[in-house]
C-alpha cells in the first residue's frame, strides 16, 4: 500500500462478495492504523450479501455510498484501491491502475483480460505490479502462451490500425452494413450455429464466387484483390483480439466488424475449391 502515492490506482480482485466485503474490512483497518487519512477503498459487485458479523443486508451503493463506483474511482482522489467480484476485470479503463492483487483463480483468455487492465500508459507511470495469491506463474504463462498463439500480432500494433483495416474493409464491395449488423446480431443472441451460418453465408459465398470466376478466367489482378482483402480479414481479427485488450476503444462498431471477421476467417480459402461449413 506504501507504493500508492500520488495518482496511483490499484485494483484488488476477488471471487466472491464475501470475499470482497472482507477486503474491505481488513484493508480499512489497515489503513486507519497506518494514519492514511487521505486513502479509502471502494468495493464494486452486484446484488446485495449479509454481513455475518452485523447481519445487515449491503449492496455496493450502501457500502461506498457512492451510485457510480467507476465514476467515483476515476474522479475522486481519496479512492485509490478498487476491491472487485466479478466486476470491472474486463472493459474498465483506468489509466492510472498500477498495481493488482488477484485472490482468485484465473484461466484462459480471463487471465489476459484481467492482467491487462495494468496495460494502459499514463505519464510518469511506472512499471505495474501483480500480486497473486492464487495463480501460479506457470499457469499465468500458458494462458497467454494459450491466448497469444490464436491472436498472434508481428512487430509494433498501430491503435488505429482497426480503422484502417475496417474503412478498407467495408469498401470492399464485399458485404453491406445490414450484413455485417445480421451476423453480429445473430453471433451476440447466441442464435446458434445454423443461424449465424444463414446470415454469413451470403458473404462467404459471394466472396468465394468472385473468387471462383477470377482463376477461371484468368483476371490476376481480381484474384489479388480478393486475396487482400481475406488477409484484411484476419488482419482485423488478429489486431482486434490484441489490441482490444489494452485499449478501450468504446465503438460498438469496432466490435461487430470483429464478430464478422472472426467467423469469415474460417470460411475464406485462397483455394476457391476448399469449402468449411463449420461456422462456430
Known amino acids: 500500500m506504501d507504493m500508492l502515492g500520488g495518482e496511483a490506482r ?27 487519512d487521505d486513502m479509502s477503498t471502494l468495493v464494486a459487485f452486484s446484488g446485495s450479501l449479509t454481513d455475518e458479523d452485523t447481519g445487515e443486508s449491503i449492496t455496493e451503493v450502501s457500502l461506498n455510498g457512492r451510485s457510480d463506483v467507476a465514476r467515483a474511482f476515476r474522479e475522486e482522489d481519496a479512492y485509490r484501491v478498487l476491491i472487485v467480484a466479478n466486476k470491472f476485470q474486463t472493459g474498465f479503463d483506468e489509466p492510472r491502475l498500477m498495481a493488482m492483487y488477484v485472490d482468485k483463480e484465473l484461466s484462459g483468455v480471463a487471465t489476459v483480460q484481467t492482467l491487462s487492465r495494468l ?12 500480486v497473486d495469491f492464487r495463480n501460479s506463474p506457470a499457469s499465468i504463462e500458458e494462458d497467454f502462451k494459450l491466448y497469444y498463439s490464436d491472436a498472434h500480432v508481428e512487430g509494433d500494433v498501430d491503435p488505429n490500425a482497426l480503422y484502417t483495416i475496417g474503412d478498407r474493409l467495408d469498401t470492399a464491395d464485399l458485404y453491406s452494413r445490414d450484413e455485417m449488423d445480421a451476423v453480429a ?11 449465424i451460418a444463414k446470415v454469413l453465408s451470403p458473404i462467404k459465398n459471394r466472396w468465394s464466387g468472385r473468387l471462383r470466376q477470377a482463376v477461371l478466367s484468368e483476371e490476376k489482378t481480381k484474384r489479388q484483390e480478393l486475396e487482400y482483402f481475406r488477409a484484411d480479414v484476419l488482419g482485423y481479427r488478429n489486431a482486434w ?37 463449420s461456422y462456430l
Not at 466472491?16 to 472482507?22: G, I
Not at 474490512?25 to 494514519?35: E, I, S, T
Not at 496495460?119 to 501483480?130: E, F, S
Open 10 to 36: 490499484a485494483m484488488v480482485v476477488t471471487s466472491s462478495r464475501v470475499e470482497a466485503l472482507s477486503w474491505s474490512k481488513k484493508m480499512n483497518d489497515y489503513l486507519a492504523v497506518k494514519g492514511y
Open 119 to 130: 496495460n494502459r500508459t499514463y505519464p510518469g507511470k511506472t512499471a505495474p505490479m501483480v
Open 185 to 195: 446480431d445473430a453471433f451476440l443472441a447466441e442464435a446458434g450455429g445454423e443461424s
Open 241 to 277: 483480439q490484441f489490441l482490444s485488450q489494452i485499449v478501450d476503444y468504446q465503438d460498438p462498431d469496432l466490435h461487430r466488424r470483429a464478430i464478422l471477421t472472426t467467423l469469415l476467417a474460417r470460411n475464406l480459402h485462397v483455394d476457391a475449391d476448399e469449402y468449411d461449413d
